[in-house]
């Protein structure tokens, strides 16, 4: 059986820093859905490990990851699958897990790098000469104390559910991920959506990050935030959560 290190996560902090664009020429003219203005992220994330009542130094756990992301409406998933696999990664070599699903901390930030991804598209859509990628690079750091809970010799059973080899780190990513990815039923998604006017200037729909036109008829969910209509179906018909704040649809889980 393997050894199980559980970990409670504490005081994330996030550093988002924007960088200059710069443009790559191309022959070829743009297509939809891929945007003209490509984000460039490269994310880190530090560990700092804590065990209360130990004056014993950890080196902090970090790992580096890089992703171009052209498509705005799987741009948050992208973001989602690249912590992902950086929380894998530091697995590989600490085999250890948290008490609880850390993802939605991070939202805000993504959330951040999306809206300056949105800003810099709307400012190059009038500009823009057609036939000509602007690459926008953006640095996202993430840092945060892990405090030791418990070790476990053998594997807890619900981790034994999900383990079929003794790489049990990937079988946990991969139960994450599709947790992540439950969808909202047909009926709340009728029901709780409504149909409202969009009054307000500059706002954008955070699933396609195209703008939403001031008195045209939007989408908007219980927590309030608005969409285009096709976009936040399409979304919730994937995921139950709101793309911006985490808001909770109710799932067919819900009534088995």
């Not at 710069?22 to 065990?51: F, G």
């Not at 890089?66 to 690249?82: E, H, K, V, Y």
């Not at 892990?146 to 780190?169: A, G, K, L, R």
Request: aromatic share 8%.
């Amino acid at each position: 059986m393997a050894s199980v290190y559980f970990f409670r996560f504490e005081n994330l902090q996030h550093n988002v820093i924007p960088q200059q664009p710069h443009i790559i020429p191309s022959n070829d003219p743009p297509t939809a859905p891929t945007s003209q203005v490509q984000l460039d992220v490269t994310m880190s994330l530090c560990l700092n490990l804590s065990r209360h009542g130990s004056s014993n130094t950890v080196e902090p756990l970090f790992k580096q990851s890089r992703r171009s992301i052209d498509n705005p409406s799987s741009a948050f998933l992208n973001l989602d699958s690249m912590l992902l696999k950086l929380y894998e990664g530091l697995q590989t070599d600490n085999n250890f897990i948290f008490e609880d699903n850390f993802f939605p901390k991070f939202d805000a930030a993504f959330v951040k790098i999306l809206r300056h991804w949105d800003s810099v598209r709307r400012k190059n859509s009038t500009s823009s000469r057609g036939r000509e990628t602007i690459i926008l690079p953006v640095q996202a750091e993430f840092s945060a104390t892990i405090v030791f809970v418990e070790h476990i010799q053998e594997t807890p059973p619900v981790v034994q559910q999900i383990t079929n080899y003794d790489e049990d780190y990937v079988e946990i990513g991969r139960a994450v991920e599709e947790s992540r990815m439950v969808p909202a039923t047909e009926s709340s998604i009728k029901r709780m959506l409504k149909n409202v006017i969009n009054v307000e200037q500059g706002k954008s729909c955070m699933v396609c990050l195209e703008q939403l036109q001031v008195g045209s008829c939007v989408s908007q969910m219980p927590c309030s935030h608005d969409f285009h209509r096709d976009c936040i179906e399409t979304w919730l018909k994937q995921s139950h959560y709101c793309p911006i704040c985490r808001f909770e649809m109710p799932t067919e889980e819900e009534f088995n």
